[in-house]
T-cell receptor, first 114, second 112 residues
Framework: KAGVTQTPRYLIKTRGQQVTLSCSPISGHRSVSWYQQTPGQGLQFLFEYFSETQRNKGNFPGRFSGRQFSNSRSEMNVSTLELGDSALYLC?????????????FGPGTRLTVL | AQSVSQHNHHVILSEAASLELGCNYSYGGTVNLFWYVQYPGQHLQLLLKYFSGDPLVKGIKGFEAEFIKSKFSFNLRKPSVQWSDTAEYFCAVTGSARQLTFGSGTQLTVLP
């Protein structure tokens, strides 16, 4: 089976712009979770989608949003980018929702905000 | 809120030395426990997991971990490390929050 794929792998944006990141889960996986990884804060949970519905949300501002499509692919959007949004954004997929199953991670999208 | 503590931020070992990385979590209910590894330039990979049953779990590449409920711990062990084990190791737990909560990570450097 192919693993979790994320596009693009690298992005450079400027403050105030918006960005959309994409994640394709492992075939058959219906849950997609997003995480932000930074040197200072480590790995932090953003949100989880299961069957096109947001099931859980972390402690991030409303500028961070996401959605899931009927084929389980997910997108994450960040509006009005700030310098502090520079991070590695990781997507993970699992068969079941709510942390009851093993999550498999993609390679991440490295976002740099200038 | 559930939390995970990894007390060792950076561990340096020589090849063939034994490894033990500490992990403690805060949630008192039913938990699922994980160790992930991130090799330089690579994505997070699952090393091992504990959901239920035998508290001593074995993972890939000779790693094992022991779940001690009374100590809220899930320490990672390997009897003899190799240079290729150089990586960052993350302990994670799902519990009441129904999401993966990660520890801050331990950077392991193995000297040849």
């Amino acid at each position: 089976k192919a693993g979790v794929t994320q596009t693009p792998r690298y992005l450079i944006k400027t403050r105030g712009q918006q960005v959309t990141l994409s994640c394709s889960p492992i075939s058959g996986h219906r849950s997609v979770s997003w995480y932000q990884q930074t040197p200072g804060q480590g790995l932090q949970f953003l949100f989880e989608y299961f069957s096109e519905t947001q099931r859980n949300k972390g402690n991030f501002p409303g500028r961070f949003s996401g959605r899931q499509f009927s084929n389980s692919r997910s997108e994450m959007n960040v509006s009005t980018l700030e310098l502090g949004d520079s991070a590695l954004y990781l997507c993970a997929s699992s068969q079941l929702a709510g942390g009851t199953d093993t999550q498999y991670f993609g390679p991440g999208t490295r976002l740099t905000v200038l | 809120a559930q939390s995970v503590s990894q007390h060792n931020h950076h561990v340096i070992l020589s090849e063939a030395a034994s490894l033990e990385l500490g992990c403690n979590y805060s949630y008192g209910g039913t938990v699922n426990l994980f160790w992930y590894v991130q090799y330089p330039g690579q994505h997070l990979q699952l090393l091992l997991k504990y959901f239920s049953g035998d508290p001593l779990v074995k993972g890939i590449k000779g790693f094992e971990a022991e779940f001690i409920k009374s100590k809220f711990s899930f320490n990672l062990r390997k009897p003899s490390v190799q240079w290729s084990d150089t990586a960052e190791y993350f302990c994670a737990v799902t519990g009441s929050a129904r999401q993966l909560t990660f520890g801050s990570g331990t950077q392991l450097t193995v000297l040849p």
